[in-house]
């Protein structure tokens, strides 16, 4: 049977959709009308309760509820919900009958929009209407006015307001008045006060006005609903409902505590805040916590959907009909809600028992964080839980089978074996662990908290997943600190920090960078060359205290670096090694951390060099070998580079020559027959000759530079060897 509802509702059981607000469902009894070969619909009286059976509570704010009892003959479900919750159980409603019987009908009253309601009714009066309208909705209609002198009957004219001026002459707008004709034929004015009754004298005008009044009050109390199933069958059988709801996040928090003389060990306590908002009472019922969070949404499936339609006119002529369009839109929500469906369950099981958890609170208790005297130390209960308060022993709280995880997906569930009770409108601390696990206290520095910090090195040796929540930390007897953690696997090692650490003192050196060249190839005009970069850095760890400290110190990871120092870290990060210093009371120490990268680099020599031979010089000097193998490239580049300079000096000589031209030539033209215009045409014909014989500089030493840089590319074309070196480029900090 079980195996069906599951397969109803996968979401249920595949995220096993946690709590859900739930009140309590009652099961009608059947009229006579309702039993077999009678006439079916007839509603009958409560008998019994179907009470919430099982309670499960995911991270994203939804819960599943299971409801479980006995119906006889044909009868009636009734639960009641409020118009959200309506919304969740619409659409995840799953309902059984295990003794052959059939659900044949899901009902709840309907609303309709308050807006829909309103423009049925002739008044034409909105929501929240204001008082000033009701009046002008009266426009036209007998009404009888008291209060503001000799009462009188007539016909709302208007309502207007007037400017009224104080002897003092400050003016205001905020007199209104009801103009009104009198049965006699006269307009009489009556301002609108505290002490002026308006009444109604049209029966059917008053009906109207009392049905709006009854429309804005009930749609006051639309946010209640009542869902109905009516069961039909034979005989006493077993009922299933199950559905999912909004409710509150339920949190993880804990509790380590470091005994008085240290062993290596911390007790760790963890507790879930659990609370039940729901308007029903949760009494023995099976309570799950799921730390993950199955995707969920909600859609407002119990309300009534109106849409816009178009106003097509009267057509007198012939028209095109009006266009209708698919409704993709539908298709997508459906699509995407059966998307959302978590995938089947693969599970591994650990169990709360409430058994294992006394009524009462032995001797032992916790005083200042720390275990007292007496039966030992354990944890208690509190808030609305079936369970009573103070503390207990590790194997009277948690025991065996007390508490059982589910795996399923990326998700881990806290299934209590025992039943649980929490009354509505109340919390609860629910325990879900209580273990000795390896723990031991570091001091942490980082690049990105250079604030020393005290933490913990916990090891989670339990087989159960530590959700994501806050902690708090207990050495001493007392208070030491409080924390986050995010979830914590089974065999998992996780650093926690809880408090500043004031008396050590890390002080990072600068850091020192050595690149050697390895390797140099030449091949086909692209020059590879391998370079090794060894990077060192100093840590200076100082303990001013009267305690030895166990110092962890992140350092950056570099890239691909390959970690060369004598000293190995404690364990990898992807951004950090953690190396683990002991440092003694009142004493310095230093960390070396040295790193090791091998860089290839790939040059395109020739064109992308041309006039600048100082890298192929800078290259060469790496060793006599390569200095040999590059000499004649290193001329022909030179003397590339100085045909080059030529060519600039040529042409700075040209424009220089063109300007000196174009002078004379407007100094000719406007000294044109003057005896001093003689000596710019001479100017002119001098400059005229340089211009020519520096345009046939210039193609000859065009000429010469491209035969220039074909020789050197011809050299470095046929350029090509491998050649290791151990040539030091230089140091940094």
């Known amino acids: 049977m079980r195996r069906v509802l599951f397969a109803l509702l996968p979401v249920v059981f595949a995220a096993s959709l946690a709590a859900q607000h739930s009140n309590k469902p009652l099961v009608e009894s059947a009229s006579p009308a309702d039993a077999p070969g ?3 619909g007839a509603p009958g009286g409560a008998i019994s309760d179907l009470p919430v059976r099982k309670v499960v509570l995911y991270k994203n704010g939804v819960g599943y509820f299971e409801h479980a009892g006995t119906v006889n003959g044909n009868q009636r479900v009734a639960i009641d919900f409020t118009s959200s919750q309506l919304n969740d159980v619409l659409q995840s409603l799953t309902a059984l009958d295990s003794g052959g019987g059939k659900v044949s009908a899901v009902g709840y009253n309907s609303t309709m929009p308050i807006e829909q309601q309103l423009n049925s009714l002739s008044l034409g009066l909105r929501d929240y209407a204001a ?8 426009r036209g209609q007998r009404v009888e006015v008291t209060g503001a002198g000799a009462p009188l009957t007539g016909r709302v004219v208007n309502v207007e307001y007037r400017k009224e001026t104080d002897k003092n002459g400050n003016t205001s707008e905020d007199h209104y008045f009801l103009i009104v004709e009198t049965d006699a034929g006269a307009l009489r004015t009556s301002e609108i006060s505290d002490g002026v009754s308006v009444r109604m004298l049209d029966p059917s005008l008053e009906k109207e006005f009392a049905s709006y009044l009854e429309v804005i009050g009930s749609a006051q109390n639309q946010q209640g609903r009542h869902l ?7 005989g ?17 928090t804990y509790r380590i505590v470091f005994p008085r003389e240290a062993n290596g060990n911390a007790t760790v306590q963890g507790w879930a805040v659990v609370d039940n908002t729901v308007g029903v009472d949760w009494d023995n019922v099976q309570l799950s916590l799921v730390a993950g969070a199955p995707q969920s949404f909600i859609q407002p499936l119990s309300q009534p959907l109106y849409i816009s339609r178009p106003t097509i006119p009267i057509a007198t002529v012939a028209q095109n009909a009006p266009v209708t369009h698919e409704a993709a839109e539908m298709d997508r929500i459906e699509l995407a809600a059966k998307a959302f469906a978590p995938p089947p369950a693969v599970s591994q099981t650990v169990t709360v028992n409430a058994e294992a958890m006394p009524m009462s609170a032995p001797a032992g208790r916790i005083v200042n964080g720390r275990l007292g005297s007496g039966s030992g130390g354990g944890i208690g209960a509190v808030g609305g839980a079936s369970y009573g308060g103070g503390v207990y022993r590790v194997t009277d709280a948690i025991g065996q ?11 881990f569930e806290y299934a209590l074996a025992q039943p649980v009770t929490i009354h509505k409108n109340e919390s609860a601390m629910v325990p879900i662990l209580q273990e000795e696990l390896p723990a031991s206290q570091v001091t942490l520095w980082s690049d990105t908290e250079p604030r020393p910090l005290r933490a913990l090195w916990l090891e989670n040796h339990s087989q159960l997943t530590l959700d994501a929540g806050s902690f708090s930390i207990f050495e001493n007897g007392e208070f030491a600190g409080e924390g986050l953690l995010d979830p914590i696997h089974p065999g998992e090692k996780r650093l926690l920090s809880y408090a500043v650490d004031q008396a050590v003192k890390v002080r990072p050196e600068g850091l020192d960078d050595t690149r050697t060249i390895r390797h140099i190839a030449v091949h086909d005009g692209v020059m590879v060359q391998t370079t090794t970069e060894v990077t060192e850095k100093k840590y200076s760890i100082t303990n001013a205290g009267d305690e030895q400290r166990t110092v962890v110190v992140e350092h950056a990871r570099r890239g691909d670096a390959e970690l060369t120092s004598e000293t190995k870290p404690e364990e990898t990060t992807a951004s950090a090694y953690r190396f683990k210093v002991s440092v003694a009371a009142h004493q310095t120490t230093e960390l070396h951390v040295k790193e090791q990268a091998n860089l290839r680099e790939t040059v395109e020599i020739g064109q992308r060099v041309s006039n600048d031979s100082a890298f192929l010089v800078t290259v060469s000097k790496y060793s006599p070998e390569l200095e040999e193998k590059l000499r004649p490239a290193i001329e022909a580049e030179s003397a590339l580079e100085a045909v080059s300079d030529k060519l600039n000096e040529n042409e700075q000589k040209q424009n220089e020559l063109n300007e000196d031209e174009t002078r004379d030539r407007e100094n000719v033209t406007a000294l044109k027959g003057n005896d001093a215009a003689k000596r710019f045409v001479e100017e002119l014909n001098q400059a005229e000759d340089e211009l020519q014989a520096a345009k046939k500089e210039q193609a000859d030493l065009t000429a010469q530079h491209d035969a220039a840089q074909q020789k050197l590319d011809d050299l470095i074309a046929k350029l090509s060897f491998d050649t290791d070196a151990d040539f030091v480029m230089g140091r940094g900090n």
């Open 236 to 252: 006493q059988r077993q009922l299933e409902v199950s559905y999912i709801s909004e409710v509150p996040v339920w949190k993880s």
């Open 401 to 411: 089978g007390d508490v059982s995880t589910n795996a399923f997906d990326d998700f």
């Open 38 to 40: 009678a006439t079916a």
């Open 131 to 138: 008082t000033i309208d009701v009046y002008h909705a009266l």
């Open 228 to 234: 109905t199933l009516d069961d039909r069958g034979a």
